[in-house]
C-alpha cells in the first residue's frame, strides 16, 4: 500500500500537551502561527518564550522552547532584563490585551520606546477573558462586558486602545504591525506579521510587535463562526489590519490589508 | 563592636573614603553584580549614579526603568538569565517593589534588593528613618514568602554586607534585602574593598539562555496542578526555615555583666553605641546588641543573653516599634522591653539615648 504524503503536522516548537482554551478561541491559532515561525527561523534552541496572565498564562506547556512566566503586564520589563543578561536569545512575550493595554501599559511603551531588541506577540480579543469577559481597553464601544453590561460608554470608561498605532509613534526602530485570524487568508498575513516580529529582533534592526485580533466565543457570548464574522465587520473596522512602523516592509502584494472577496475559510481548517 | 574597633583595625587593604551609597555599588561590583535596573529616588540617588557610572566600565547593564515596577521586573528577567543582578531605591519604590519581590521568592530567582530608608509614612520627606523595617522584614508583597534581610550599620558593612548578599541571594535562589537609611548613605567613611575576591561571570545551570540541545528549562511563578502548589509551598518552607537556622547574625558588646542592654540596627546603633559607653563610664551595667540580620531575626543569640540574667532591653530604633515585636518573639517574656524612637525625620543625639538608659535602668 503506498505510504500517504504527509501535508500537515504538528509544529516541532510545540509540545504534545492540548489546548486548554475554549471552542473557536483564537489562541491556539496563534500559537500555532509562533511555533511555525519558530520553526521556519530555527530558532527553537535560542528562543525563550514569556507568558503572562490571561488565558495563556500556562502556555510554557505548549511550546518546547526555554520559557519564563512573568506577572501581569510585566512581560516587556522581564524580557528587557532577559535580553540584556542573555542578548543571543531570540526573546517573545505573549500578551493579551488586559495584561499589555491595561495593567502593562507602560512597560509595553518603554519596552517599545527603548526599541527593546524583543518580539511581542499582542493578542486583542476585546475583554479580560481570563478573569470572565471584563471590559478591557480595546473593548469597542457598545460592546457589553460583565463590567458594562450596558455596553461601553466612552462618557464613563474611554475609548478602545490602538496599541498598535500607539506604540508605533514612540518606537522609530521597529516592525509594528496588525493582522486578524478570522479566516485563512488573514491567518497566513499574520504568520507574516509574526515572522517579521522576530525577524526585527534577529536582524537586530529594532523592537517587533504583531497585534493580532482574536475571538473570545466565551465571553462575547456568541459561536465561533458569529466572533469570525465580527472581527470582520466590526472589529477591522475600528482597529485596521496593516504595518504601522516597519524596520522590514512587506512587498505590496503581501500587504497586511484586508482585501475583497476574501475566502470563508474557518481557522481550524488550515 | 566593629564599628568602635574600627579606629583601631590595623590598616591591611587600603581604604577609600566612601559615601554610603558609593559603598553599597562598590560591593556589588565587586561581588560580580553586572545588571543594575532602577529608578530615580532621594536619599539613594548616589547609589544608581554609581552604578551608571561604574557599571559600564565593569561590562555590565545600567539601565534607567520606567519605574521601580518595571525595575524589579527587569532584575527578575535578568536574573532568569543567570546575571548577578541588583535594584535599589527608597521607601515609596521600595512599596512598589512588593510586587516582585514575591515573585522573585516564588520562582527562587536571586536578586538584591536596596532600600535607602526614608522617612514616610506616604511620599514623606529624604531625611532619615528606619521606618521600613517591617516592610523589608514582613514582605511587601503577597502570599508566604521571605526575604532575607541584612542591616549594615557603616560604610564598610554596606560594602561587605551588600558582597554577602549576593552569595546568600545564589545560595538560597532567594531575594535579600539590604536596609540602609538616609544618614548611612550620606555618611562618608573609609572603606577596605581589597579583603574580598573580585567575582566575574558565574554559570548557573537553572538558568534559561535558550535550551540548546539540552531539554527545556521552565521558570515559573505558578504552579500548575493544586499537588504542584502544595509541594511547592512546603519546599519553600523549608528552605525559609533552613534560612531561618542559618543565617542569624549579630553583634554583641558588654553583654556579659549587663543588666539592661539596648538593642539598636542600623545608622541608629551606632548613635546608641555612644550612648551605651557614656553609661558604662558612669558605672550602669549596660550592654548593646546590634542584630545584623534582620531577617531572620538573630534570636537565638538574644534569648540566649535574656536567659543568663539581663533583665531590661531597651529597643531603641528610627521608628514607631517595628522591631519589638521580634524582639519579644526573640526573648519569649524572659525580659522587660522598653521602646524608644518615633517614625523618623528625625536623628537622635547620644544624649537623648544616654539619658533613657539611664531612666529606665533606674526604674
Ligand atoms: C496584578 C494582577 N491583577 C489582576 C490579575 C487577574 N487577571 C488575570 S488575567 C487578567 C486579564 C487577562 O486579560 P487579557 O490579558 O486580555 O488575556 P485574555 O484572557 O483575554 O487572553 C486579570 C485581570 C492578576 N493576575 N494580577
Ligand atoms: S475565555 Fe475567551 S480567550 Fe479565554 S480560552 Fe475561552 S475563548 Fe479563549
Ligand atoms: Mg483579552
Known sequence: MQRMKRVYAKPKAMTEVPFPYCPGCSHGTIHRLVAEVIDELEIADRAIGITSAGCSVRNWRQFDCDMVMALHGRGPAVATGLKRAQPDAVIFTYQGDGDMAAIGTAEIVHAASRCERITVIYVNNGVFGATGGQQAPTTLIGQPTTSYPAGRDPRTSGYPLKMAEMLSTVSPESYIARASVHNVKNIIKAKKAIRKAFLVQ????????????????????????????????????????????????????????????????????? | MKVARQKKDRVIFEKKLMRGNEAIGAGAIRAGCRFFFGYPITPQNELFEYMAQMLPQAGGTFLQSESELSGINMIY????????????????????????????????????????????????????????????????????????????????????????????????????????????????EPVATGHLPRIKALQKEWAVRGKGTNPRKVIKVAPHTDEELIDWNRQLKKKYQMMKENEQRHEALLTKDAELIVVAFGSTARIALDAVLHAREEGIAVGMFRPISLYPYPDKALNKITRQGTRKLLVVEANNGQMVEDVRLAVDGSAEIAHYGFGGGYIFSPDEIYREIVGYSKK
Request: charged fraction near 20%.
Open chain 1, 202 to 270: 534577529i536582524k537586530d534592526s529594532g523592537f517587533g510587535l504583531a497585534e493580532i485580533l482574536a475571538a473570545c466565543p466565551t465571553n462575547w457570548r456568541m459561536d465561533p463562526v458569529g466572533c469570525m464574522d465580527k472581527i470582520k465587520s466590526d472589529v477591522i473596522a475600528y482597529y485596521p489590519l496593516g504595518e504601522f512602523s516597519s524596520q522590514m516592509k512587506l512587498n505590496p502584494e503581501e500587504s497586511l490589508e484586508q482585501s475583497e472577496g476574501e475566502n470563508r475559510d474557518r481557522p481550524g481548517t488550515l
Open chain 2, 77 to 188: 528577567g535578568a536574573s532568569a538569565g543567570g546575571g548577578r543582578c541588583m535594584t535599589s531605591s527608597s521607601g515609596p519604590g521600595f512599596t512598589l517593589m512588593g510586587e516582585g519581590l514575591t515573585a522573585l521568592a516564588t520562582a527562587q530567582l536571586p536578586a538584591v534588593v536596596v532600600c535607602v530608608t526614608r522617612a514616610g509614612p506616604g511620599l514623606g520627606r529624604i531625611a532619615s528613618a528606619q521606618s521600613d523595617y517591617r516592610l523589608a522584614t514582613r514582605g511587601g508583597g503577597h502570599g508566604d514568602y521571605q526575604c532575607l534581610v541584612l542591616g549594615p550599620a557603616s560604610s564598610q558593612e554596606l560594602y561587605d554586607l551588600t558582597y554577602k548578599a549576593f552569595d546568600l541571594a545564589d545560595q538560597y535562589r532567594n531575594p535579600v534585602i539590604v536596609l540602609s537609611d538616609a544618614l548611612l548613605g550620606q555618611m562618608m
